[in-house]
T-cell receptor
Framework: DVKVTQSSRYLVKRTGEKVFLECVQDMDHENMFWYRQDPGLGLRLIYFSYDVKMKEKGDIPEGYSVSREKKERFSLILESASTNQTSMYLC???????????FGPGTRLTVT | DQQVKQNSPSLSVQEGRISILNCDYTNSMFDYFLWYKKYPAEGPTFLISISSIKDKNEDGRFTVFLNKSAKHLSLHIVPSQPGDSAVYFCAASYGGATNKLIFGTGTLLAVQP
């Protein structure tokens, strides 16, 4: 079974803080994704990576950056957290050219 | 611009009856479609998928239908069970090197005992 873990289930941060969300997978998958889920908006892609040190912007990259130094680990960084970044953040992985994505449990981030 | 739309935010069904969840898309280049199920405080889990070369795919109680001319897909759950109560997301992809998925906004299904 694919296991995707996220560093925190719940996180509360203050406006302006730098926030790190980490995702780790144990199945040697090439592709990793970061989404945010908001009511009425579904899942929206922030960034994705198809190899170590490679990254591409998704649909809503503004205010975020990512880092992938090792194949199993994909970090999402909020350089200066704002209240409109309060959301559920979900990490996902896939192998190669397969479509099915495996998701982590999510991190509920609240920015006050 | 929402390329994948789920126009019903919620659906309530009696246990044992059929649940039909709908999804519309606008991009004719999509070649693969998936349904995910999500419980509160958990990540989405893959349910069933269909390639654009097919019009139906079944897996146990779950069947996905694809109508390419109408750019419409639907998920049928028969019979519905209380454990099916969750948010259902449809997703679409036009493949390529990275297989990005475009997700719909989700439908909350409540199956009443």
């Amino acid at each position: 079974d694919v296991k995707v873990t996220q560093s925190s289930r719940y996180l509360v941060k203050r406006t302006g803080e730098k926030v790190f969300l980490e995702c780790v997978q144990d199945m040697d998958h090439e592709n990793m994704f970061w989404y945010r889920q908001d009511p009425g908006l579904g899942l929206r892609l922030i960034y994705f990576s198809y190899d170590v040190k490679m990254k591409e912007k998704g649909d809503i990259p503004e205010g975020y950056s990512v880092s992938r130094e090792k194949k199993e680990r994909f970090s999402l960084i909020l350089e200066s957290a704002s209240t409109n970044q309060t959301s559920m953040y979900l990490c996902a992985t896939t192998r190669g050219l397969t479509y099915e994505q495996y998701f982590g449990p999510g991190t509920r981030l609240t920015v006050t | 611009d929402q390329q994948v739309k789920q126009n019903s935010p919620s659906l309530s069904v009696q246990e044992g009856r059929i649940s039909i969840l709908n999804c519309d898309y606008t991009n004719s280049m999509f070649d693969y479609f998936l349904w995910y199920k999500k419980y509160p405080a958990e990540g989405p889990t893959f349910l069933i998928s269909i390639s654009s070369i097919k019009d139906k795919n079944e897996d146990g109680r779950f069947t996905v239908f694809l109508n390419k001319s109408a750019k419409h897909l639907s998920l049928h759950i028969v019979p519905s069970q209380p454990g099916d109560s969750a948010v259902y997301f449809c997703a679409a992809s036009y493949g390529g090197a990275t297989n990005k998925l475009i997700f719909g906004t989700g439908t909350l299904l409540a199956v009443q005992p």
